[in-house]
């Protein structure tokens, strides 16, 4: 253990490019897991059970028509 | 709840012409070069078919397809194995190129079509909420992108002042 903030830094870049690094299988499962833990983070922070929880959409630019 | 199945479910409405081409693009298309990052949603590309002139037509078929599947409506998302899917129209020039140059990828034995490095980070700088920035610099230090294709990206789709300012805040001296 180390309280150097640079070699903290660096730790957790090569973690982070070793988890990038692990097949996509793997990480996809990760997703699912990840996903998962969010949901009930927000839920038991909400503490409104089945409580409609949205990322923000991102505007992608799309032509849309009028009225939608 | 299986992302998996949810890209199997997508690759089969393609094969039963329920859509004509998709790529997946957001967060989940990033994982397929980055390190996994904490999403709720799957972002789906996809070209509609022209109906009566409109470019754009209503995606009910899609909707109507998956319901008959046992899948849910949520909103503007559709709940595929257990993951809200929401499918968006290519209409923008560079989410059309991206999704025309989107690259196939095996997840174990199922294959998945997946915007290209370049193009995500591309959408990133165009899209510009904090988080597609912080995205953005995952690509940029994970070392994933190709200079040459993404600077082609950056010019074809006039991104190159957005590209400046983004230097400039998150780069410093290394731009």
């Known amino acids: ?68 | 709840m299986n992302i998996k199945n949810t890209i199997a479910t997508i690759n089969q409405m393609e094969a039963d012409g329920v859509i004509q081409r998709y790529a997946i693009g957001g967060a989940v298309g990033a994982t397929f070069y980055l390190e996994p990052v904490a999403t709720l949603d799957v972002d789906v590309f996809v070209t509609f078919q022209p109906d009566g002139g409109n470019l754009i037509v209503s995606p009910q078929h899609i909707f109507d397809y998956l319901k008959a599947q046992g899948g849910m409506m949520d909103g503007e998302y559709v709940v595929v194995d257990g993951w809200p899917v929401q499918f968006l129209p290519a209409a923008d020039p560079l989410v059309l190129e991206a999704l025309d140059q989107a690259v196939e990828r095996n997840v174990a034995d199922t294959p998945a079509r997946v915007f290209t490095a370049e193009h995500l980070a591309a959408i990133a700088l165009q899209t510009g909420r904090a988080k597609d920035k912080a995205r953005l610099l995952q690509f940029i230090e994970a070392g994933v992108l190709d200079p040459e294709r993404f600077q082609g990206v950056i010019l074809r789709h006039n991104l190159t002042e957005a590209w400046r300012r983004f230097e400039q805040q998150f780069l410093g001296d290394n731009g």
């Open chain 1, 1 to 68: 253990m180390t309280f150097d903030l640079s070699k903290i830094l660096q730790s957790k870049r090569t973690f982070r490019r070793r988890v990038a690094s692990l097949p996509i299988e793997e990480k996809l499962a990760m997703l699912d897991a990840l996903r998962e833990r969010t949901l009930a983070l927000r839920e038991s922070q909400s503490g409104t059970a089945g409580g409609a929880m949205r990322e923000e959409s991102p505007v992608y630019r799309a032509k849309r028509k009028s009225g939608q």
